[in-house]
């Protein structure tokens, strides 16, 4: 079986940063089920697959082609079931449904802003236009105009993960004693952080950075295979 994941890159394409592909980058290793990445540039992605989709991640499991990193692990576990449950019953799925859009609405949009210039600056020519025009006008501003503003969003982000380190005083993952996609979800994230600007947002003795770090090292290191910006 072709087991292909498409992942947005740089231009090197060794420096695949999306928060969604990574988010099935771990799932995909929770499931033990090998893969061959497939890294696609921003004007690229329109013609993968025959027209298949306009974001990534996108998986190639056989015939089977599946969108979007939420609906991506729900056919994990669905097409894998003697394998480790990425939600752990149907409670685990409406928690990562919340887990999705605290982070989306919340880490995304400030990581946005913190290094839209960092990652503006790791596309290569064409990806690089695309990348100002789209952003410049989903923002409303420069990409300068928005990282200036961003850098006041550096001293602010350890507050927004105060949910998390809260509840990891009684647990070490949000799935509990073991990680689940809820926590693939932050890890994609902070992940997406590490490998575009690399800013250090977090204490090292911070909880959510003893987390992440655990994180990191799950599955054979699969979040070191893209070092730190």
Known sequence: MTRLLYALAGADKARQFSPHVWKTVMSLAHKGLDYETVPVGFTEIRAIEDG???TVPLLRDGDRLVRDSFEIALYLDEAYPDRPS???GEGGKAMARFIES???SILH???TRIAVL???NLLGPADRDYFRQSRE???GASLEDVAAAGKAE???FAAKLQPLRAMLKVQPFIGGEGPLFPDY?????LQWLRTTAGTQVLEADDPVALWFARCLDLHGGAGHRVTAA
């Open 154 to 156: 550096i001293e602010a």
């Open 118 to 120: 960092d990652i503006h």
């Open 86 to 88: 990425l939600f752990g």
């Open 109 to 111: 949009m400030a990581i």
């Open 102 to 104: 605290w982070s989306q």
């Open 137 to 139: 006008q989903r923002l």
């Open 52 to 54: 298949a989709t306009a």
């Open 185 to 189: 979800i932050v890890f994609g994230a």
